[in-house]
């Protein structure tokens, strides 16, 4: 009993901050996001009745916290299943985690549709995203393809994401860049907790449907200038809470700030580009295909880079016979 599956982290345009439901992972709102080509996660699940406890390898790091998280994940499906076998899981990352690049995302997608095939279930997209839900939140924009969308739901039934147009519906592209592989000290779902403690939060959430029906409009309409600088203005709110929380959240490195100038920089010589950020030091420098290179020749030149990812559009989470083990 034995499955291997790939997913794709994912950028949020329009983020969600805080949690209604901290147990299933109920966001305060809804978000809308891109899958990313290139951050990928492959995972390899294996149910056998021949193992004495479950063991899982992390190749991509030393998070002592992850093990754990994962096997939690794993008896959900387990009990869905009605099953008790040990499992062994192998797990890989394309890109650094816990440095804001969504690793939770691609990695719980991953996991959850291995373990599912792995033991013998039939879940739909809607329950597939539900399910992975409760692993990470952000991880059920991972399963749905190309752009999606994050429905608000106040149950776990309701509180899903689906996708709003495959991956070759606009050449946008997401140049990721590293500027640290140093994991954050406060982890996003640790954070999350304290969003309610900015005394901006409520005008926030006041605002955020509006904005969401904004940034589809945008992305209808492929928009770009209007839909970036949206999604320019929604990443520094975001942080605005963070920065504001009890205790303050302050995931930016100089190297971080040095290129949030450089972009509006260059956008001010005219090149279209523009910034998002999530919850740690690296940076999402969105543009128009044609205009890639010219952004990676930009950023070249900045000797504080680790570095770049070039990503476009991507589809969601698949199975593959390309085994771990």
């Not at 901290?22 to 149910?47: A, C, D, Q």
């Not at 190749?59 to 062994?88: C, E, F, Q, W, Y």
């Not at 509006?210 to 929604?234: A, W």
């Not at 303050?248 to 910034?275: A, H, N, Q, S």
Request: charged share 20%.
């Amino acid at each position: 009993m034995k499955a291997t599956a790939i997913a794709h982290s994912n950028i949020a345009f329009i983020k969600y901050w805080g949690r209604k439901d901290e147990i299933l992972r109920l966001p305060v709102n809804g978000s809308l996001s891109m899958n990313l080509s290139n951050l990928t996660t492959i995972t390899t699940v294996e149910f056998n009745e021949r193992l004495r406890k479950d063991v899982v390898t992390i190749k991509d790091g030393n998070n002592k916290k992850d093990p754990l998280r994962v096997i939690t994940h794993l008896n959900r499906v387990r009990d869905l299943a009605g099953l008790s076998l040990r499992v062994k899981v192998v797990t890989q990352n394309s890109f650094p985690s816990s440095t804001g690049l969504s690793s939770s995302a691609s990695g719980f997608a991953a996991l959850t549709l291995a373990a599912v095939q792995a033991i013998g279930l039939h879940l739909s997209e809607k329950e597939l995203s539900i399910l992975s839900r409760q692993g990470s939140g952000s991880a059920c924009r991972s399963i749905p393809n190309g752009f999606t969308e994050w429905v608000d739901g106040n149950t776990s039934q309701t509180s899903y994401a689906v996708s709003l147009y495959p991956p070759e519906y606009w050449d946008i592209v997401d140049v990721v860049v590293i500027v640290s592989n140093e994991k954050k000290v406060i982890p996003t779902s640790e954070g999350q907790k304290s969003a309610q403690s900015s005394s901006f939060y409520s005008k926030r959430i006041s605002l955020i449907n509006k904005k969401i029906k904004q940034c589809k409009k945008y992305l209808n309409k492929k928009d770009f200038v209007r839909f970036g600088s949206l999604i320019e203005k929604e990443a520094l709110e975001m942080h605005a809470i963070m920065l504001t929380s009890s205790p303050p959240l302050i995931y930016w490195l100089p190297t971080t700030v040095l290129l949030m100038k450089k972009v509006m920089e260059w956008r001010g010589e005219g090149l279209l580009c523009y910034f998002t950020i999530n919850t740690g030091q690296d940076i999402h420098i969105i543009c128009q295909q044609k205009d890639t290179k010219f952004v990676v020749q930009k950023l070249q030149t900045i000797k504080e880079i680790k570095k770049i990812i070039i990503n476009n559009p991507a589809k969601g989470a698949y199975l593959t016979e390309n085994h771990l083990f």
